[in-house]
Structures are given as C-alpha cells and as structure tokens.
C-alpha cells in the first residue's frame, strides 16, 4: 500500500460541473486533512483559489511542499499518481479541472 | 457593431497553460477595463480568484451584473458573444480553461 501519512481526515471535495468534457471539483484543505492515495485518470488543471502550502506524498513515501498561489495555475498528465495532504494551519483551496 | 461601453481599458490577459488540450488564461479587471468584443470559439470553464462584481454586455446591448465569488466555477458552451467590463472599484479576476 502506498504511503499516506496516519491520522488525516479527508479534504473537502465538491463537484461543481460534471459533464461530457469536464468534472470541475473544488477541494478545500482544512488544516489536518489530505485527498488520500489516488491516480489521476485524466490530464487535467488546477486553478488555486486560496493561498497556502501543500505536502505531496510520492508513491515512494518522499514529500515535497507545494506553495498554492491564487490564480497561478498549471496543467499535469494523466497517470500522476499522490497523496495531497495538508500538513500547515490554513485552509488551502484548489479548483481542479479533469478533461474527459 | 454590437454595443460596447466606451473608455474602457483592455483588461489583463495572461495565458498560462497552452497545448494541444486547452488554453488557460487569467484574466484580471483593474476598474475600467473590459475584455472587449469577443466570441468563445470553445467551451469554457471560468474559475474565479478574486471576488467582485463584473458586467456582461450582451449583443443586443443589454447588460446584466454577475457576481463572481472565488473558487464558485462555471461551465459555458463554444458560440458565446459579449463583452466583460469592470465597472466597479475592486479589481476582479477569474480563470478561463478554454477546451481545445
């Protein structure tokens, strides 16, 4: 099984469109809270919305924070595969943009 | 030529993602600045990141208030006409994912 850090509760994901090209969710990071282990099925894009810091968790257990900074956005391949947790004391945010 | 409120700035358009899948464009309205006369040649996902209040301007002139509230998405179909202007005194600000 691949390493996720103990103790998280699940981030907030909210799906806000969901149609033949694209599924929009919103994922809040309250302080404690992580995505969980998962591979991303399709390219897709983030939009942060509220600033902060992330911890990615690599399949191989290595961590590496990620700075969020509103509207700076950028696109990743299907395949990827990571635990997003939130590991600082403020909420982070993020829109993400899957392309069917 | 279809209505346009007169004085305006054009408005900040920034790409930061463009490849075969999408073009992702953050858009920033200083007050007093537009998008100008445009239409959506794709579908469209718009994600805000600084909230405020935008007006769209339809062909026909008509006008109508949109408020946009950060990290709240929307979805809009290829075919769309209008103009975007900041009429307001906050700087407001969204991302567009156009779907190639």
Known sequence: MPHRIED???CIATVQVD???VRVT???FL???DTGW???GHDYVVVPTRAGTLTIIER???TREVAYVPS????RTLGAEHDVANLSDDTVEFVEIELK
Chains 1, 2 share one sequence.
Request: net charge neutral; proline share 9%; aromatic share 10%.
């Open 19 to 21: 149609n033949e090209r």
């Open 38 to 40: 998962h591979t991303h």
């Open 60 to 62: 191989d257990g290595s």
């Open 26 to 28: 919103r994922y809040t």
């Open 8 to 10: 998280l509760k699940p």
């Open 31 to 33: 302080p404690g809270t």
């Open 72 to 75: 700076e956005s950028y696109a």
